[in-house]
């Protein structure tokens, strides 16, 4: 679904997730994923992609996994150090127990299938998203559970 009538606070939100996004772990300089989870313009907790905590991380290692095996984007995403930024601001919510039900979730790149789930399962009503991701179930998931999808341009 595209819209082309962005709020203020869309656009603020949409720079944060960009900000959260630099401060990613990722070897790859083009996988800086941020993510901000807002319910009526307050921003309820952030995410950005990165190892879970006390594991190195591929920016320290100087490389990427991902990489070095030539997996493609959208596939085998278990097989990566880094948890995604989604998934890393819908865990700070649980970890500090704040509920995101009927919130918004805004992302520098749309989200893979396994963050789909999550942000279904967590309550989150809409994504706003950037960039696109080569996962087409994910979008399926989004569909069929109501979660309203925006791309972000």
Known sequence: MENTRWTKWDTRFMELA??????????QSNRQIGAVIVRDKRIL?????GAPAGVESCRDREECMRRTLNIPS??????CY???AEQNAIIQAAKLGISIEGATLYCTHQPC????KM??????KRVIYGEGYPDEFALKIFELANVELLHYE
């Open 113 to 116: 299938v396994i963050c789909a």
């Open 74 to 79: 959208g596939t085998q995403h278990e097989l």
């Open 45 to 49: 907790t952030t995410g950005y992609n």
């Open 18 to 27: 960009k900000t959260i996004g630099s401060w990613s772990s990722c070897y």
């Open 82 to 84: 880094a948890i995604h």
């Open 119 to 124: 942000i279904v399962n967590s309550g989150i």
